[in-house]
């Protein structure tokens, strides 16, 4: 899930991703060829910008760009979500498909292969990609860059892929390639062109599930508890009330929460802040083999290698190993308005937040955080001070209906 908490964004994107798979790879017209290096070389490392966990790396399109695409564990084929970035796009001769949004709208977009698309020094030709007629999910708004697209499975099942969180590098590998593994190894399946593992979460009332979960660099959460059974997780006591997304209808509804514990291969993390969507929004939208998603919150405390070929990854604690799970303990979601390309927006409050408490609404501006110019921060350094420290104070000049405004705030740790 791809942008800080907008999970529903990416269940779309998916839903749309899953779709092109089908048509594709699993018909005549489906193309079997795979990124691959040019002349005698083997490998390549490229330094990525690590922004609300997501791994943003630069993609030449038909020879133009560099273009920041997200690299998404949780996509089959490249989604782009802005079709300005390709000089002649003709829908009209395009196969269209419709994905329902939660509120009954239709998102389209066109399938391609007509694509050639290049990642550092490797490249392939007729990509399968699925086009977007029009940016409606606004991802550049809430990393605060602009991004073009989304691309995974065609990138990750063309080589090793070594990401190094802790470096901001990627190394990918062909298979020629002498490669040296690290870490733990932790087998993964390939289902429907994304990564999966297996492994054991304990709840807060102490019982303990065998599950299923999504691997997804795509998702900038710890972790997403959607369904067991065929049904929403039981909720612990100890909950908030949470947004936990964006559909072309509005917000999607959600608890935030804490598990007791949750392993990977032979680590195990305690107090696992994870997201409980509302079943009833998402059940049309989510995949039932699985019962949720590992975020990057907790792959980025690893250095993996991902082996999508031989079915497993290599997992290597990091210097983010051992840090603190915490939520937003302001309750707010900021985000760059796109008209102006310099606004910061109030995009989303969180009910009886210490940000409503204070009066901050949606579609504020923020102008100053603790006096200093918004100019001065990045989307990272605002994500991190809203999960900084409880009771840490936060001052906020606001500008609302023509008038400039200061809301005091004490963050405040609900879970």
Request: glycine fraction near 8%; hydrophobic fraction near 40%.
């Amino acid at each position: 899930m791809l942008v800080g908490c907008k999970n529903v964004i990416i269940l779309l994107l998916r839903q749309i991703s899953i779709w092109v798979a089908i048509i594709l790879f699993s018909s005549s017209t489906g193309n079997a060829q795979d990124f691959a290096f040019t002349g005698h070389k083997k490998k390549q490392s490229i330094h990525f910008k690590l922004i609300k966990n997501l791994i943003i790396i630069p993609v030449f399109i038909n020879g133009k760009g560099p273009y920041d695409f997200i690299l998404d564990t949780g996509v089959g084929p490249m989604i782009i979500t802005d079709p300005t970035i390709i000089d002649t796009v003709d829908f009209n001769n395009m196969r269209k498909i419709k994905v329902m949004g939660l509120g009954g709208e239709d998102v389209q977009a066109y399938i391609s292969q007509i694509l050639s698309v290049k990642i550092g020094k490797a490249s392939m030709d007729n990509i399968p990609a699925a086009i977007l007629k029009k940016d409606l999910f606004n991802l550049s708004g809430y990393l605060g860059l602009k991004i073009y697209g989304l691309v995974g499975y065609s990138f990750f099942n063309s080589f090793i892929v070594d990401v190094r969180y802790s470096e901001n590098v990627i190394k990918f590998y062909s298979e020629k390639a002498k490669v040296k593994f690290r870490g733990d190894k932790v087998p993964i399946s390939i289902d429907n062109l994304k990564p999966y593992i297996e492994t054991t979460i304990q709840l807060a009332d102490g019982s303990e599930i065998n599950a299923k979960f999504l691997i997804d660099t795509g998702a900038s959460h710890a972790l997403s508890l959607e369904t067991l059974n065929d049904q929403a997780f039981p909720l612990p006591q100890k909950k908030i009330v949470s947004n936990l997304g964006l559909s072309l209808s509005g917000q999607i509804s959600g608890y935030i929460a804490r598990i007791k514990k949750l392993q990977l291969g032979k680590y195990s993390f305690d107090d696992v802040v994870a997201g409980f969507p509302n079943y009833a929004s998402i059940a049309n939208k989510i995949d039932n083999k699985r019962n949720g998603n590992v975020g990057a919150e907790i792959l980025r405390r690893f250095n993996i290698q991902f082996n999508y070929r031989q079915g497993f990854m290599y997992i290597k604690p990091n210097i983010y190993f051992k840090t603190p799970f915490e939520h937003n303990m302001l309750g707010m979601v900021v985000y760059l308005d796109q008209e102006t390309n310099s606004k910061i927006i109030v995009g989303e409050v969180d009910e009886d937040s210490p940000a409503q408490k204070q009066g901050l609404q949606v579609g504020d501006e923020i102008v100053k955080i603790n006096f200093k110019s918004i100019n001065d921060y990045t989307f990272n350094d605002i994500d991190l001070l809203f999960k900084s420290k409880e009771n840490r104070t936060i001052v906020f000049q606001i500008y609302r209906d023509s008038e400039y405004l200061y809301k005091v705030v004490r963050l405040e740790k609900r879970i």
